[in-house]
């Protein structure tokens, strides 16, 4: 139960990220009524678990009631509703929590000025978060408690895997790479799937899917570099060793990666200036 049994949690922003936080903890059995939502465009989906688990959502901070203590906020709103959602009201109530904050383009420095709440913590994560899977890294600073570095943690274990930077900077780059991630895997499938449906096979997509999920789960299992997993596939003079040498000329595809990933960052720059 990642010891968060006894804490209180109070979500800002239910959309496709603070949802994925919701449904974790009710899997992980934390109470309904320690778990309190603040969403001003409630989804089907997030009403639906409001009925089901008896889960407190307020459509407005100010109309949180003032006699709640989560010892656990996450702000997982976008970056331009930050400030409007940060009431009076929410700022009292929250002024002892530890707050977690996955919004992009909000410095730490940042978000401790607008929440006036020194026990803040930055973090960052991806879509595969939705089942379980997701990449976080988190970034702490150097006043931030163990107590409070140990709950963020566990808080974010429950959809994934948790990774620290010592490096605020990396966060942009995190954004780039592994926020990005799962749009750059999902258009490779796409590709692929595309080709196969053109060489008339009917099973094409999940031919695709069952492809890469085999081939991640070889690599799990082998415990051996992709370097030395390719080179398995790859027969010398074969039909796989000719495409990589298009694939691979001149260092072709790591080259329109680092090309893309670098637009990215600085993307995700530009907008940690708005």
């Known amino acids: 139960m990642n010891n968060l049994e006894k804490e209180n949690f109070l979500i800002l922003g239910a959309g496709n990220m603070g949802i994925c936080f ?23 989906e997030l009403m639906a678990l409001k009925r089901k688990k008896k889960i407190e959502v307020f459509k407005d901070t100010k109309k949180v ?84 570095k140990r709950l963020s943690k566990n808080f974010l274990s429950l959809i994934g895997q948790v990774n620290e930077t010592k490096s605020e900077k990396q966060m942009d780059i995190f954004t780039a790479i592994f926020g990005g991630g799962p749009a750059y895997i999902y258009l490779f499938i796409d590709v692929l799937t595309q080709i196969s449906k053109k060489a008339k096979f009917k099973n094409s997509k999940n031919m695709v899917i069952q492809t890469f999920l085999g081939s991640l789960l070889l690599l799990l299992s082998e415990k051996e570099d992709p370097v030395n997993l390719k080179k398995k596939v790859t027969s010398k003079g074969g039909t796989t060793e000719s495409a990589l040498s298009i694939l691979e000329n001149n260092k072709g595809l790591n080259n329109l990666m680092q090309k893309a990933l670098i637009k990215a960052e600085q993307r995700a720059k530009e907008l940690n200036k708005i």
């Open 22 to 44: 919701v449904k974790a903890l009710i899997q992980n059995r934390i109470k309904a009524n320690r778990i309190k939502i603040i969403e001003k465009n409630p989804s089907l």
């Open 65 to 148: 009631s003032t006699n709640i203590n989560p010892s656990i906020v996450l702000l997982a709103v976008k970056p331009n509703q930050l400030s409007q959602a940060l009431s009076s009201e929410f700022l009292k109530i929250t002024k002892n929590s530890l707050i977690i904050s996955i919004i992009a383009g909000k410095s730490l420095k940042e978000l401790k000025k607008v929440t006036k709440n020194n026990n803040c913590v930055r973090a960052m994560t991806n879509t595969p978060a939705s089942v379980g899977m997701g990449t976080s890294l988190v970034f702490y600073d150097r006043n931030t408690r163990q107590k409070n």
